[in-house]
């Protein structure tokens, strides 16, 4: 089915294990097309009953290093982290567009403005080495 805007894309890279306790990302295949069913998503009265009925539902449950493709346009949430064996998700979020497509998505990308253009992979580097030296529980995972 022909779609007048060019999609987004996006990539999730688990830079840990992702457990069902941590509450990995909960996608609904199939909802990045324009159906009716898809504009109810957008009522608040019934998102959450949608995604607890959605029939099909894939939880990305990932192992460090895996990687999770989607278009952006596919309804996905993140679920609630568990009290028991929670604990805090780390992920690596690319997007990717079409770099001549011009048309409005509805989406300003995941790198917040004051941080555009300031990071590089050996910046990145640097950082997490400082916060292995001061013992960052982050770090080890990146």
Excluded: W
């Excluded at 089915?1 to 295949?29: K, R, S, W, Y």
């Excluded at 949608?50 to 290093?65: D, N, Q, R, S, W």
């Excluded at 990717?96 to 300031?118: C, K, L, T, W």
């Amino acid at each position: 089915q022909h779609q007048p805007n060019p999609p987004l894309f996006a990539a999730f890279v688990a830079c840990q294990d992702i457990t069902p306790e941590m509450g990995p990302t909960l996608f609904l295949p199939g909802t990045h097309l324009p159906t009716t069913q898809r504009a109810k998503f957008d009522e608040m009265e019934t998102r959450n009953e949608m995604i607890a009925e959605y029939p099909t539902p894939k939880v990305a449950t990932l192992k460090a290093g895996d990687l999770a493709i989607f278009d952006m346009r596919c309804l996905h949430v993140g679920q609630a982290n568990q009290p028991e064996k929670g604990a805090s998700r780390v992920l690596f979020n690319l997007t990717f567009r079409n770099p001549v497509a011009d048309q409005p998505i509805g989406y300003d990308g995941s790198i917040r403005s004051h941080y555009f253009e300031q990071f590089n992979l050996a910046g990145m580097q640097a950082e997490l080495e400082r916060g292995r030296e001061k013992g960052d529980e982050f770090v080890d995972v990146a």
